[in-house]
């Protein structure tokens, strides 16, 4: 089985939105990994619709598929990076990420993506964290039935140090809200959790809504290329393709804009290398 990969655009940040896609394109991806953000589709900019509508267009021309990303840092408050949350203290602050996250339902329906991928944020130190719970539910169950009513899968992702930290928390709020399925990042589970890479893939193989397969370094929350962490790669793609996982498999690559001419196609052909090294 050969697994799909795509690449995140918030590694992409020095290229145009179209400069980008053509760059996966040619180097031979097979999808996207779409994060709204102001210099990549930008979400609060005029014509939303028929800018999306244009963009499902092209990604169509490109062959490209696609998963809709929400971590942009500054795109709702230009001074604090990743806030509001859906677990920010103040129920107005709250309920701006929560349109927000309705609105990333809205374009992934029009582009006819995979899955919308989000998490739940960090409290603030003096917020119980039982009375952050109960906010992160409702906000969650708020943008669930929204994107029910879409047609749109709602994958959600432990962060490391999050409300939500690993894959035993993202159970737990499973349990309040079943349509919810999982963003499994493998690298953090080398960060942080009670499961190695391969096994939370095999262990959460019926939950997997998205996946990314980023590198890290044991016990330090780096997105790094493919080879350049701890992360046993081909172990976590054997996984994968073990399980018939056939959604797109990401690769978040946030501090590499730099070289992304060059890493593009670098960390492709490393995935595909550790797929061999599974099939021989």
Not at 209 to 221: N, S
Request: hydrophobic share 40%; with cysteine.
């Amino acid at each position: 089985m050969t697994l799909r990969y795509a690449y995140n655009t918030n590694g992409l940040t020095s290229h145009r939105l179209d400069d980008a896609l053509t760059l996966l394109a040619d180097s031979g991806y097979d999808g996207v990994a779409l994060t709204l953000d102001v210099h990549h589709h930008d979400p609060f900019a005029p014509a939303l619709p028929a800018r999306t509508r244009a963009l499902r267009r092209q990604l169509e021309t490109l062959g490209l598929g696609s998963v809709v990303e929400t971590g942009a840092r500054f795109l709702l408050d230009p001074r604090r990076k990743h806030r509001p949350t859906l677990v920010t203290e103040d129920p107005h602050a709250r309920a701006v990420r929560v349109a927000f996250l309705r609105t990333c339902v809205d374009v992934a329906a029009e582009l006819g993506s995979e899955a919308v991928s989000f998490w739940a944020g960090v409290p603030a130190p003096e917020v119980d964290r039982a009375h952050a719970w109960e906010w992160l539910v409702e906000g969650v169950g708020e943008v669930v039935e929204h994107a029910r009513n879409a047609g749109v899968t709602c994958a959600f992702e432990p962060e490391p140090g999050m409300l939500v930290d690993d894959c035993d928390d993202w159970a737990r709020l499973h349990e309040a809200v079943p349509d919810l399925t999982l963003a499994l990042d493998t690298g953090h589970c080398i960060v942080s959790g009670s499961y190695e890479p391969a096994d939370a893939v095999r262990t959460f193989a019926g939950h997997l809504g998205a996946c990314a397969v980023e590198d890290m370094p044991r016990g330090r929350h780096e997105h790094r290329a493919p080879g350049e962490g701890d992360m046993d790669l081909p172990a976590v793609l054997g996984a994968l393709a073990d399980v018939g996982y056939r959604r797109l498999v990401s690769l978040e690559l946030s501090r590499d804009s730099h070289r992304a001419d060059v890493l593009v196609p670098a960390a492709l052909a490393a995935l595909r290398e550790a797929e061999s090294r599974v099939a021989a």
